[in-house]
């Protein structure tokens, strides 16, 4: 099968089943041997419309071109429809703005999403158009090549000097100031509907971290991601004991010293305060470097403002 097909091999199997694969003018199957000089035809049906329908969503958009578009995603917005978010996502927004002029990546005229980023995080995504660029980005994602950083603001202050964080089990400090958190991330037994840290089974997920500026209680930190498993900042930094201000699954019952300044700003956001700012890829059709960046939203410049007070 040439490169330039771009199909996958989940995406062949199912032509197979289906019949539409022919070795010398026999249907072909999975495990059927192939000899040399024989003709394989592959028949690719026309791409299904999508499913999901188009809706006129205002999206800001970094950067777009035939392949690909790069969006900054708003809080709030979720990224793919599911059972209880069907309408208002990002691909639904997609959907609109592309007007139907989208390869069909899987079988269906639909966005390539090749990550994804939480519903109440806010930030850089990146989307394929066209099926080169969905495969030459899933690739770089599996390979753990693609640069992404997130700001965040957390409980306490992060500090290599803290004998219980150098006592707890998965973390470890470089360059004397960057916290390294490495765990295995699952399921949470009890709450499918959260990530929990273990040692046994689960994947392999590994977080860092620095501090970039301390308000006492609490830091404004940079954390970038080496894997990029479900809820992994968030799931990391609440295990090292620094849970995400605003985050209500994995930030916990911590508050700010009620003569704080910025006691009111903390307990009235309602977000995990997390920012994905920085990310960075190889073009997967032109192999150009390209790196892109977003400035923290206002709801989270309002939250560091009052913490510095």
């Known amino acids: 099968m040439p490169a330039e097909a ?5 995406r062949l199997s199912k032509l197979l089943e289906e019949g539409r694969v022919t070795v010398d003018g026999a249907a072909a199957g999975a495990r059927d041997k192939v000899s040399e000089g024989a003709e394989v035809v592959v028949s690719v049906p026309i791409a299904d419309d999508p499913e ?3 809706e ?3 999206l800001t958009i970094v950067y777009e071109d035939a392949d690909l578009i790069v969006i900054d995603k708003p809080a709030g917005m979720v990224v793919h429809p599911a059972p209880g978010s069907p309408g208002g996502t990002l691909v639904n927004a997609l959907l609109h703005h592309f007007g139907g002029n989208l390869s069909g990546v899987g079988g269906e005229k639909r966005p390539g999403i090749v990550h994804r980023i939480d519903k109440e995080t806010s930030g850089l995504l990146v989307v394929a158009k066209s099926d080169a660029a969905h495969h030459g980005l899933a690739a770089q994602f599996e390979q753990h090549t693609v640069e992404r950083r997130y700001i ?3 409980h306490g202050v992060p500090n290599a000097g803290d004998p219980r964080l150098r006592g707890t089990r998965g973390v470890s400090w470089e360059q004397a100031d960057i916290l ?3 765990t295995q991330l699952a399921r949470h037994r009890t709450d499918r509907q959260k990530q929990a840290v273990c040692w046994e089974g689960g994947r392999h997920a590994v977080t860092r971290a620095r501090t ?3 308000f006492g209680p609490a830091a404004l930190i940079e954390c970038w991601l080496e894997t990029g498993r479900t809820h992994q900042i968030r799931v990391h930094m609440a295990y090292a004991g620094h849970g995400l201000i605003g985050d ?3 930030g916990g019952a911590r508050r700010l010293p009620r003569d704080h300044p910025g006691v009111e700003a903390v307990a009235g956001f309602p977000r995990q305060a997390l920012h994905a ?3 960075g890829f190889v073009h997967p059709v032109t192999g150009e470097e390209i790196r892109f960046t977003s400035n923290l939203p206002q709801d989270m410049q309002d939250l560091v403002a009052a913490l510095r007070r």
């Open 277 to 279: 700012e920085t990310l």
């Open 248 to 250: 209500p699954t994995y």
């Open 180 to 182: 390294k958190i490495t």
């Open 212 to 214: 970039v500026e301390a």
């Open 152 to 154: 965040a603001v957390c």
């Open 6 to 10: 771009h199909l996958s091999r989940s």
């Open 52 to 54: 999901t329908r188009p």
């Open 56 to 58: 006129d969503i205002s």
